[in-house]
């Protein structure tokens, strides 16, 4: 079993709360405001809301994740197993360099951080918080063997 070092969720599923919320704010407005409440009208806004919510949560799960483990390391669907894995300290960023999780880009409102590998090639990792995921990396890095 592996230890988890460091994680981040894409976003939490808590999210599909907002739709419900907003509905029962504009039911509680219609309410103040003296007019007629439109509760069935509300309750399916508020499901309407929750369920185009779901496909959302569940893209941003699967591919805005990513987990620092003892074994590897999991941005979206790619996985680099540790021994892969040989430095995050001082690494430059060439140009063209290929991001890690499929992308052709690094997700927006998300920093990258340079990962070199054991080919000796420079992939770049992403994280909301990079230093985190640095010191993450760097501490499986050096926990980890090397091949002789």
Known sequence: ???????????SWAALVWGPVFALLGALAELVTGGPVH?????????????????WVYAR??????????????????????????????????VGARVLGGGW??????DSLPVELADGTVVLAWAKDVEALQDALDRLVRATPKEA
């Open 1 to 11: 079993m592996s230890d988890r070092l460091y994680a981040e969720s894409g976003v």
């Open 39 to 55: 509760v069935v009208g509300w309750l399916m806004v508020g499901f309407g809301l929750c369920v185009i919510t779901v496909p």
């Open 61 to 94: 799960r699967r591919f805005l994740s990513l987990e620092v483990t003892t074994t590897q390391l999991r941005q979206g669907r790619e996985k680099v197993p540790a021994d892969q894995l040989a430095s995050v300290t001082d690494v430059g960023v060439p």
């Open 105 to 110: 880009t690094v997700p927006r409102k998300y």
